[in-house]
């Protein structure tokens, strides 16, 4: 890997939410969520189809699969 794609690659995370590679966002224990992923989140209300894929996702911060 050439070392500006690494530099690059260093600056993005991986989204938990939509599986991108994001640079601005927030990180919750260790877990990446993008800033545009979070702005959707605190948006969508609970009777939203969306709500229960968020939840979801969220759950895989705290559940991380026993392997």
Do not use: N, W
Not at 9 to 30: A, D, F, P, Y
Not at 39 to 49: H, L
Not at 52 to 65: C, D, V
Request: one cysteine or more; a negative charge; aromatic letters at 8%.
């Amino acid at each position: 890997m050439s070392e500006a794609l690494q530099q690059q690659h260093e600056l993005t995370h991986h989204c938990i939410i939509c599986g991108r590679q994001k640079e601005e966002g927030i990180m919750i224990v260790s877990e990446f969520i993008c800033e545009d992923c979070e702005t959707e989140m605190v948006k969508t209300d609970v009777r939203d189809a969306k709500y229960p894929f968020f939840i979801h996702r969220m759950k895989r911060i705290f559940y991380k699969k026993e392997g």
